[in-house]
């Protein structure tokens, strides 16, 4: 059973639309972290969240941290096929990095 | 500055074989681990090592070990090879021994299990 549950499993799009990642639980975590990872590469940070209801951006990136610190979303405006990649958010857990078992983000040219 | 380097990138093995993948952490970081990210299932955590001790393990079967050495490099270890074990495994090191740090990862070694 994953501890972070993420939505949609798969997510296919044209470049230019919008998409959002779902990353939910039922525990209440300190930290959350998203990751992407590139086929043949290992996952790369792009940001870690800590403050219920904050919201970070990153160039075209949004991220935001529910209010109660058990959910995550990520936003991709505009998206474009660099954007492609499987995205995983992260949180610590009995003193482990635990992951969710990520979305596979497609951006069709 | 070199990132985390795994070795080697490709390995094929049968049933009951041993495997052996290495890991070489960033320079300057104490603590290693390691992840098993089999198709559909995510990264799921396998060992942490820091200063040469093993800190935490997931839940795998005792067939999983590794080591670090005083050069915090590590070694991961898989007997008695199953068709299961067919997975990327990756590692990562973080500068503290905490396990909640950012973690840097190398691009992984992909066994086969044939």
């Known amino acids: ?109 | 500055e070199a990132g985390v380097t795994q070795s080697p990138t490709h390995l094929i093995k049968t049933r009951g074989q041993q495997a052996t993948l290495r890991c070489s952490p960033i320079s300057g970081h104490t603590s290693v681990y390691w992840y098993q990210q089999a198709l559909g299932l995510g990264l799921q955590f396998l060992l942490w090592y820091d200063e040469g001790e093993e800190r935490n393990r997931g839940n795998f079967p005792p067939r999983f070990s590794g080591r670090q050495f005083p050069n915090y490099s590590s070694e991961l270890n898989v007997n008695a090879l199953e068709l299961e074990d067919s997975a990327l495994y990756l590692c990562a090191s973080s500068s503290t021994g905490s396990g909640a740090n950012v973690l840097t990862f190398g691009a992984g070694s992909r066994l086969t299990v044939l």
């Not at chain 1, 993420?6 to 959350?32: A, H, K, R």
């Not at chain 1, 940070?45 to 800590?50: A, E, F, I």
């Not at chain 1, 904050?54 to 954007?83: C, M, N, W, Y």
């Open chain 1, 1 to 109: 059973t994953q501890l972070l549950e993420q939505s949609p499993q798969f997510l296919s799009i044209q470049e230019g639309e919008n998409l959002t990642v779902y990353c939910n639980s039922s525990s209440v975590f300190s930290s959350l972290q998203w990751y992407r990872q590139e086929p043949g590469e290992g996952p790369v940070l792009l940001v870690t969240v800590v403050t219920g209801g904050e919201v970070k951006k990153l160039k075209r990136l949004t991220f935001q941290f529910g209010d109660a610190r058990k959910d995550s979303s990520l936003h991709i405006t505009a998206a474009q096929p660099g954007d492609t990649g499987l995205y995983l958010c992260a949180a610590v857990m009995d003193y482990k990095l635990s992951f969710g078992a990520g979305t596979t983000v497609t951006v069709r040219a």
